[in-house]
């Protein structure tokens, strides 16, 4: 029997179950390993790594580009990048050059020192993005936390204001929700919450400038923390006038606007801040400018750099809750520098969304062959489809379209099949080495998949 996503719920459950069969004959070592790692919260070095569809995760042996290949041999084409922190592709030349020479021959992992090339890239990132000062992190959730401390002290006002289910890491302020009342409330699963996180933000609906002039306006909001376009929850594009009316908003009620590119980056060389002309306070970013090694970045205004630095009070040099010993280390900054100059260059960018672009097409014809219920969505380098058709225009319509097993046999399948998708979330991303070969070989096992889902 069919349902709202348009499949038959049996021979899905039968296709799931095969598929996990399948997996698990191909890779036996990772299954040993896995069960060996008993010292592992988890089995795993990070907890995150047990969302995958299969019961155990492919441990990796090699990475190269957008190739994977994994203990038992297993080769895959990789569309998940990292989650976005391989952006750049897996092991990038340039990068390898310049740590390798960080480490090798200068010398110096973390020194608690400045190097010619920390400037290099505030430079770099000035010019993509517009802002002019930059400052450095390990992770794009640290660039966010360091961003909001600098905005509650500037304004003397305690509150943040996310959109539902946005993504900016594990930022504590970050993890609401709008609920079934319009109000905020604490997002399912947020583990060991300091505080109420009504009690530090506000939460409205992307897309939704009534709902955002509503929170703004209790006249307590530090700062406005979001993605031009939601990403992690699946992409959900801005409506026309929706990024002009939040820049508005924020100025006439006297709020800061923070732009976090992490994954929007993939909208082109300077994000979807230059590809819309948007024009935030602050902008962070991270994962991808590193080529995969650890890094992130905020940038700052003119005007709010002046208005911290004439703070006398603030403690900006030593434990002031802004920075950390290793933020701005050598090796980063070596990658970052290579990233940015050598690899996701503006060449690069544009072979990566004509990439992209024939992936949303492609995939779009499949979908509406099987005239499933599903729409897909593209941002830059980035595409992903959703179990709903029209696509959702907000962060909770998108969670509420969700569909778990038929992500996770379709996830699977296409493991099994030497295809890798971001495990979280339907996600496509294409790096400088994705082709058009490796678009096609996805689409033709996308496409057996909706033919045995969909049969009779």
Not at 81 to 91: I, K, N, Q, R, V
Not at 98 to 113: D, I, Q, S
Request: hydrophobic content about 40%; aromatic content about 6%; proline content about 5%.
């Amino acid at each position: 029997m069919a349902t709202e996503s348009g499949v038959d719920r049996t021979r899905l459950a039968e296709l799931a179950e095969r598929e996990r069969a399948t997996f698990a004959g191909r890779h036996p070592r990772s299954a040993a390993a896995y069960g060996r790692a008993d010292h592992l919260f988890g089995r795993v070095p990070m907890t995150w790594m047990n969302k995958t569809a299969a019961g155990f995760p492919v441990y990796l042996r090699t990475a190269r580009g957008n190739r994977l290949t994994d203990l038992d041999g297993n080769e895959f084409v990789d569309f998940c990048l990292g989650d976005t922190g391989a952006m750049a592709g897996h092991s990038p030349a340039p990068v390898v050059t310049a740590v390798t020479r960080r480490l090798g021959e200068l010398g110096g992992a973390t020194t608690m020192l400045p190097t010619e090339d920390a400037a290099v890239v505030g430079a770099e990132l000035a010019s993509r993005f517009g802002l002019p000062f930059w400052s450095f992190a390990l992770t794009a959730t640290d660039a966010n936390r360091w961003a909001i401390r600098l905005l509650r002290a500037v304004t003397g006002r305690p509150k943040v204001l996310v959109n539902s289910y946005c993504y900016h890491g594990s930022v504590d302020e970050s993890l609401i929700v709008v609920g079934p009342d319009g109000h905020g409330r604490s997002r399912e699963g947020n583990v060991g919450a300091p505080v109420d996180v009504t009690a530090t933000s506000r939460v409205a609906e992307f897309n939704d400038l009534a709902m955002l002039e509503r929170e703004l306006a209790h006249g307590d909001v530090a700062a406005v923390l979001m993605e031009p376009a939601l990403t992690n929850i699946g992409i959900v594009l801005p409506e026309p006038g929706y990024l002009a009316g939040v820049r508005e908003l924020t100025r006439r009620y006297g709020t800061y606007l923070i732009n976090d590119e992490t994954h929007t980056f993939s909208a082109g060389p300077g994000g979807a801040t230059r590809l819309w002309d948007l024009q935030p306070d602050v902008l962070t970013i991270g994962k991808a400018i590193g080529g995969g090694v650890p890094v992130g970045a905020y940038g700052l205004s003119a005007e709010l750099a002046d208005a911290l630095t004439g703070r006398g009070d603030l403690d900006l040099v030593d434990m002031g809750g802004v920075g950390g010993t290793l933020a701005g280390n050598p090796v980063s900054m070596a990658a970052t520098r290579a990233t940015l100059e050598e690899v996701l260059t503006e060449g690069a960018f544009a072979t990566m969304i004509t990439t992209a672009t024939a992936f949303a097409e492609g995939l779009q014809k499949i979908i509406s062959a099987y005239r499933v219920p599903w729409s897909v969505s593209r941002l830059g380098a980035r595409v992903e489809y959703r179990f709903a058709d029209p696509a959702p225009r907000n962060g909770t319509e998108s969670a509420a379209s969700a569909d778990a097993e038929l992500e996770d046999c379709l996830h699977v399948y296409l493991a099994n099949r030497g295809v890798l998708l971001t495990p979280f979330h339907n996600m496509a991303l294409m790096c400088p080495e994705t082709t058009l070969d490796d678009v096609a070989r996805h689409h033709e096992i996308f496409d057996e998949a909706l033919a045995e889902l969909t049969a009779g």
